[in-house]
């Protein structure tokens, strides 16, 4: 049962780590981020593969007859159409939230097993969900501020540039396009560990019984902090938002986050406070 769970986590880790790449690739264009989520996720469907190979022939029984045996094949179906997807065709859209999907099919089997089974190590995967949760929050939020940061530092750079002052203050901060850039990227990376943290919530709360509420004002808050950022990066692509603008608006998403983080925190029912 161990070895078990230990190969459950690495499917995790490694599909959590793929949907991440297809959503760089999707934002940015970024063939080596795609050919490395390609990769990550062949392993996970080799893996999967073998538990479903296992299932049928050794157990002799096929994984449609129960909810979370349907949920295996279910998450196990879409992991092989995105494949074929990611090959055959060029919609990285569809692949990217195909693989999301997936992976929150695969986590509410996974936690329906443990909590099915009853036993100690199983459970313990449940408890390991929420450190997930927890962590990939602390990480996303690592990432907007380092973000924040760099939109900071733009709009210095920016205004000492427009009033001609210290160069060598100047050369310190960086070229506004580095800058620039550099907070688009971060906001590239933040927003899908934000959103598969968010996933990993959702399942923690329905698989351990906790007391789960949808107007929560922290989880309201997260799913806002979520769409702002959403909102930044369809400006800065799809309305070609860059420069001082976004800068501008990166920094009140920031300021949100804060507010989400300190304030509604303290206020949610069931999420930590200070």
């Known amino acids: ?97 195909t693989n999301v999907f997936g992976f929150f099919i695969m986590l509410l089997n996974m936690a329906g097993n443990a909590t099915g089974n009853g036993s100690q190590i199983t459970i313990q995967l449940v408890g390991e969900i929420l450190i997930a949760h927890i962590t990939l929050a602390l990480i996303s939020y690592g990432f907007f501020t380092l973000s924040f940061i760099f939109s900071i530092m733009f709009l210095l750079q920016y205004k000492l540039l427009k009033n001609k002052q210290s160069y060598r203050l100047l050369k310190r901060f960086g070229d506004l396009e580095g800058l620039d850039r550099l907070s688009f990227q971060t906001v590239t990376f933040g927003v899908p560990s934000l959103l598969i943290s968010m996933i990993l919530g959702i399942v923690w709360a329905y698989s351990s019984g906790a007391e789960f509420y949808w107007y929560d004002i922290k989880i309201v808050g997260s799913f806002i902090v979520l769409i702002v950022y959403t909102i930044y990066l369809f400006l800065r692509l799809g309305k070609g938002y860059q420069g ?10 920031f300021l949100f986050l804060l507010i989400n983080f300190l304030l509604f925190s303290t206020l949610s029912s069931f999420h930590f406070s200070f």
């Open 244 to 253: 001082k603008k976004i800068s501008f608006i990166n920094s009140a998403a």
């Open 1 to 97: 049962m161990l070895e078990i769970k230990g190969v459950q986590e690495l499917i995790l880790i490694l599909y959590g780590i793929s949907v991440m790449g297809y959503f760089v690739d999707f934002i940015q264009n970024n063939r080596k981020a795609n050919v490395l989520a390609f990769w990550l996720l062949t392993m996970v469907w080799i893996l999967q593969t073998f538990f479903l190979l296992y299932q049928v022939f050794v157990k002799q029984n096929f994984p449609i007859l129960s909810i979370n045996d349907s949920l295996f094949f279910y998450a196990w179906v879409l992991i092989t159409f995105s494949l074929i997807i990611n090959r055959v065709f060029a919609v990285h859209f569809l692949v990217f939230f």
